[in-house]
């Protein structure tokens, strides 16, 4: 069974940096993509960042693009957002997705989810 275990939300102001956290457990191997997701109240699930364990490059959001960068940490099938220059318009529930063999834009291709964090980021 799959299990998507996140961390590092939290409450910051504008301009400030923060890092999530996601562990991905019950994968055989690191033939996965791994990315972040998020979402506001009333607002689609949208890509923030995506990047697959077996190799590529990764794959961000036009919104996001040069302030949040995501790394992997393939012994632990993980991966971390690190998040610079946050914006009020940034704050959201960031949620961390996985998919098997190749990686996809739209969330309704994810295989898995993690339970959300919130990121706020106050002006």
């Known amino acids: 069974q799959v299990q998507l275990v996140e961390s590092g939300g939290g409450t910051v102001e504008t301009g400030g940096s923060l890092t999530l956290s996601c562990e991905a457990f019950g994968y055989a191997d690191g033939s996965i993509c791994m990315g972040w997701f998020r979402q506001g109240p009333g607002n689609k699930r949208e890509r923030v960042a995506t990047i697959y364990l077996g190799g590529g490059t990764p794959n961000y959001a036009d919104s996001v693009e040069g302030r949040f960068a995501i790394s992997q940490d393939n012994a632990k099938n993980a991966v971390y957002l690190k998040m610079d220059s946050l914006q009020p318009e940034d704050t959201n529930v960031y949620y961390c997705?996985?998919?098997?063999?190749?990686?996809?834009?739209?969330?309704?291709?994810?295989?898995?989810w993690g339970q959300g964090t919130q990121v706020t980021v106050s002006s």
């Open positions: 997705a996985t998919r098997r063999y190749a990686c996809a834009l739209q969330p309704n291709l994810q295989d898995a």
